[in-house]
């Protein structure tokens, strides 16, 4: 393990998703706009073992494992800001970001990476023993029923997958205790394949984790689900309302209140008792929102890499600045084409 | 006279109708949110937050009107459908048929769907052909907020299973729940007559294959649904001052068609353009040419469709979608024949 080499990996998707985020709030992206800040250490803790053969299903969360994959940036970028020669032709949107040469395929649909890895994973067994196929999805996909479906079989037919949980406690705007019961370790291992947790915000131990799952899943030796927990700084996606009435509740919350209160107050309906209950799960929404951890430095997988890497400044400050300076150029290079 | 935004209309029918019929209820992803102003009313046991699961919760929807609730549940978009179409084709609607007319499944679906704001070929679908495509579904695509709200009434009174499709450019609070309200240098082509209009104090059912004429002409006949009429609408008004008179058919209903307007609208322009969202094959815009070739009409036909993919990068997607310059270029072409 080089954690200097796994640092600059999830700087680099760090740095490379700020930029996103800053021509996103420019209106130079369009759309929705799902970023993976917060869940770097997950993805190069996994995404680092992968070489030439391996596939990759990815969810709507697509840069970070395109990038950490060596997916050119400039592509990336390109494509996200819908130009003709970005990575799809302009044609996915970060979405939908596909490259064949990767075997990489993220998909706009939650669950849908379950039946697509089962498929990368049995040409895997087939076609290139030896190779694996990684899906990466969030827990919420957990209820997704071809999600489930593909746990048990990918145990069924013993293949060479592993399947990549990044858990940051919420689906969409909805906390798994109000969605889901039971545990979901023994949901997996109900289905037969084996099951480990692992704190996503320790890159050396996703790496570890994951070393040793892959390594099993090329020895023909089966399926790993592995459920890492972490924080999107950003929520579901950028401009969600729930972090914006948290961030700025003298503009945001007013203009929700109004209508509430209208609501809650007129004739007919159900009785104050349900309609208390109804307030009651508005605002525990917006609670939950408060609470969760944001953007503290003990919740940062990259703030906590860099951390460890402080006994040697002169380094650590070289490769910041070097990763800085290779964002700009791609961030340059992109726009470049925009305003030609 | 009172005026609503579309999806304010919308949420406005649903309440008088719940505050009528305590059978109905509303679930879907993010509900408590999306609709927390139906939640502070009616409450949690009405209101209801579901798993990302739509096969089980659309085809509880199917079951629970079947033993007697009269449920509405909320897609996140039409698209995500493939996700639980089972549910639609094989249960809702087939059970009429199946039990010899004695037992149907009166669940109202509401998803927004269309294009215009840069979210990429998987969730910008139409889909209101492939729907209507399937015997025994209503699917209802309003335009303005009074139909909006009308035909939301008229969802949930009809016995059967009905598809609403909520067009999120008219559905300012779906622009801006996916990311709008975060930024302000973004602008969409919304239609602002569709967008907020005036309604009625109390809502009636407006009726299910009522089509309903938004323009006069005598040239040349367009027919549409959703934004497509409003494209119509701006494309007829330019064509005017080229001194061509043109009249817009908003179909309301893409299931069941009503054939009989659609019949005397083009019978007397002798044109039909169909202006359609959806994808140009095997869809609306050909079953609309099959319907007045049956009955008989001499007509010359032409259409501006959807006919690919929906590209990502918004030049290529204004494109791709009916626009209004796409509209008057097969106007004109159609009155040269």
């Known amino acids: 393990m080089d954690v200097w080499s796994l640092y600059e990996l999830m700087k680099k998707s760090r740095q490379f998703e700020e930029a996103v985020t800053q021509l996103w709030k420019d209106g130079l992206i369009s759309g929705e706009m799902h970023l993976g800040t917060g869940e770097e250490a997950i993805m190069a803790g996994v995404v680092s073992h992968l070489r030439s053969g391996d596939a990759m299903a990815v969810d709507h969360r697509g840069s970070a494992a395109f990038l950490m994959r060596g997916v050119d940036p400039v592509l990336l970028l390109k494509e996200m800001l819908g130009q003709e020669d970005g990575l799809c032709g302009g044609q996915g949107g970060h979405m939908h970001l596909l490259s064949k040469k990767h075997l990489a395929a993220s998909s706009g649909i939650v669950g849908a990476e379950g039946p697509m890895v089962i498929g990368f994973a049995l040409a895997a067994q087939t076609l290139r023993p030896g190779t694996v196929a990684v899906a990466f999805f969030g827990e919420g996909a957990l209820n997704q029923g071809m999600l489930m479906e593909s746990i048990n079989l990918a145990a069924a037919w013993n293949l060479p997958v592993l399947f990549v949980c990044k858990d940051d406690d919420w689906a969409i705007t909805t906390k798994p205790g109000t969605s889901t019961r039971g545990d979901m370790g023994d949901r997996v291992r109900g289905l037969g394949v084996s099951y480990v947790e692992v704190s996503g915000l320790d890159v050396e131990q996703v790496w570890k984790v994951a070393h040793q799952a892959i390594a099993r899943a090329r020895a023909g030796k089966g399926p790993t689900f592995l459920r890492a927990r972490c924080v999107h700084f950003e929520g579901h996606f950028l401009g969600l309302l729930l972090l914006r009435l948290t961030r700025n509740p003298l503009r945001e919350v007013p203009a929700i209140v109004g209508p509430l209160l209208r609501s809650f107050l007129l004739p007919g309906g159900g009785s104050l008792r349900e309609r208390l209950a109804g307030v009651r799960l508005v605002l525990s929404t917006i609670l939950s929102t408060l609470r969760d951890p944001r953007r503290t430095s003990s919740n940062d997988p990259v703030l906590r890499a860099r951390a460890g890497l402080l006994s040697d400044p002169e380094r650590l400050n070289g490769l910041d600045n070097r990763i800085q300076a290779e964002t700009s150029a791609v961030v340059t290079s992109a726009l470049h084409e925009v305003s030609v | ?337």
């Open chain 2, 1 to 337: 006279m009172k005026t609503m935004y579309f999806s304010e209309a919308i949420d406005d029918a649903l309440a008088q109708a719940m505050k009528e019929d305590n059978r109905i209820l509303v679930y879907g992803e993010d509900v408590p949110l999306l609709r927390r102003n139906l939640l502070v009313r009616f409450g949690p046991k009405r209101v209801r937050g579901t798993p990302i699961s739509e096969s089980a919760f659309l085809g509880a929807g199917v079951g629970a009107a079947m033993a007697g609730l009269r449920p509405v549940v909320e897609l996140y978009m039409v698209d995500f459908l493939g996700v639980a179409m089972d549910a639609l084709l094989n249960h809702a609607a087939k059970l009429d048929v199946f039990s010899g007319g004695r037992w149907t499944a009166p669940v109202v679906v509401r998803a927004p769907c269309g294009g215009g704001y840069g979210d990429g070929g998987q969730h910008e679908q139409s889909l209101w052909g492939w729907l209507a495509h399937i015997p025994g579904l209503v699917v209802l695509v309003p335009a303005t907020p009074a139909d909006a709200g009308g035909l939301m009434s008229a969802a949930l009174h009809h016995d059967g299973p009905v598809i609403f499709l909520e067009h999120k450019l008219l559905s300012e609070s779906f622009l801006e729940f996916l990311g709008s309200g975060g930024r302000s240098t973004v602008e969409y082509d919304v239609p602002r007559e569709g967008a907020r209009g005036p309604v009625p104090n109390h809502w009636e059912p407006l009726p299910i294959g009522k089509a309903v004429m938004r323009r006069e002409g005598n040239d040349l006949t367009l027919v549409s649904v959703g934004v497509g009429v409003h494209r119509a609408l701006e494309a007829a008004a330019r064509l005017e001052s080229e001194g061509i008179s043109t009249s817009v058919l908003d179909l309301r209903t893409v299931a069941p068609l009503d054939k009989e307007s659609l019949g005397n609208a083009v019978a007397h322009t002798g044109r039909l353009l169909v202006v359609d969202e959806d994808y140009e094959n095997f869809g609306l815009s050909g079953e609309l040419a099959a319907v007045i070739l049956e009955v008989g009409i001499p007509f010359k036909y032409a259409r501006v469709c959807t006919q690919a993919t929906i590209p990502y990068a918004r030049n290529l997607e204004d494109q791709t979608l009916p626009n209004v310059e796409r509209i008057q270029s097969a106007a004109r072409s159609l009155l040269q024949q």
